[in-house]
């Protein structure tokens, strides 16, 4: 299936069904008074996120979503039937916002989350709603309201702990097929990543964490060099991003710490505040060097950009596993304190109420 992270729709709830000025007329009674009954309501439109969902193809092509209308009602106090709602299953991770104000409408991030997109239009009353002691015989009604419409802009933004980034063929698949199940493309080629492969990597049987490699990156990304920025909002959700960087370039006249710091303009080009997360320099293909202690301290003397850095050889797993119970142990102690600045706002605030 191709992968499919952005699109836009338009959602169009269905009308009101209008309400029916009517009487009732039968043998035998007269002046039997008003009987008009209520329009049904409109169908609405509602967003569903699903876990078994991985891509927004489904909204490539098919982009208008049109409830439908709500009966009108009838007369002997019958109402009309009010029209199903429009549920329209999407990815976890998808943001919905409404083009013409920009407003973001919903930020799917649980399976099972579901968000209002449109809402069908209300039923119109019948006249028996008007009849009193000094109107016995109304002859009001109202029309159904319309439902809602509007245009959407569709942006997936995948659920992650810990995004990679680097150059081409800095051995990004390469690492996520070493440490997890995932098994994207490799090959001796740039671009062989053409769109964000997720894998799962276990610690133990209770630990673990979810890993996100998107295409590389190059210098230029900003004005549309290579694949440019359009999957580097695939990072925004993670904790913790590992910038992975080619040791043993194939030509000596690469420079890998000028590489990497044309990496991390590009990042602050596209969002200061991803450029701020913690990030890890991850030194790849020790196995190609001989003098390895010499490279990677060479190499730490003209890039110094980073929280902590490890060096490994993706191809043969050294260093791998040392690595991700070093992740492990840096997203628990985020989480701890994340539920520690929670606890402590829900206490302020308690006192603030008090």
Not at 99 to 117: F, M, Q, R
Not at 212 to 234: K, T, V, W
Not at 283 to 302: H, M, Q, Y
């Amino acid at each position: 299936m191709k992968f499919i992270d952005e699109s836009r729709i338009e959602v169009i709830a269905g009308k009101g069904g209008n309400g029916i000025a009517s009487f009732r007329r039968e043998k035998y009674i007269e002046k039997g008074g008003p009987d008009g009954g209520d329009g049904g309501r409109g169908g609405s439109v509602y967003a569903l996120a699903d876990r078994n969902i991985n891509t927004l193809v489904d909204y490539r092509f098919t982009r208008v979503h049109r409830a439908k209308n709500g009966e009108s009602g009838r007369g002997s106090d019958c109402y009309g039937k009010g029209a199903e709602d429009i549920v329209l299953r999407m990815p976890v991770g998808t943001v919905i916002t409404d083009i013409n104000s920009g407003e973001v409408i919903a930020d799917l991030t649980h399976d099972g989350e579901k968000a209002l997109l449109a809402e069908g239009g209300k039923g119109g009353l019948g006249n028996i709603h008007f009849k009193s002691s000094t109107n016995r015989a109304p002859r009001q009604c109202t029309p159904g309201t319309e439902g809602e419409q509007r245009e959407l802009q569709l942006e997936l933004k995948v659920l992650a702990d810990v995004g990679l980034l680097g150059m081409p063929n800095a051995g990004k698949s390469t690492f996520i097929r070493a440490v997890s199940a995932a098994r994207p493309k490799v090959a001796d080629y740039p671009f062989t990543t053409l769109h964000p492969n997720l894998g799962v990597v276990r610690v133990s049987h209770e630990k673990s964490f979810v890993i996100a490699d998107i295409p590389g990156l190059i210098e230029g990304a900003a004005e549309g060099a290579g694949l440019g920025h359009q999957f580097l909002r695939h990072l925004a959700r993670t904790r913790l991003l590992l910038h992975l960087v080619d040791i043993a370039p194939t030509y000596e006249e690469i420079d890998s710490a000028a590489d990497a710091h044309a990496i991390l303009n590009e990042l602050k080009k596209y969002d200061p505040s991803l450029y701020e997360k913690p990030r890890w320099l991850v030194l790849n293909k020790l196995d190609l060097l001989a003098d390895r202690d010499e490279k990677v301290a060479a190499f730490l003397k003209k890039f110094t950009d980073f929280d902590r850095h490890f060096a490994i050889s993706a191809i043969n797993g050294e260093g791998c596993k040392e690595l991700t119970y070093a992740i492990m142990e840096h997203l628990q102690q985020m989480v701890a304190q994340e539920q520690q600045d929670t606890a402590r706002s829900a206490q302020e605030t308690d006192a603030d109420t008090l």
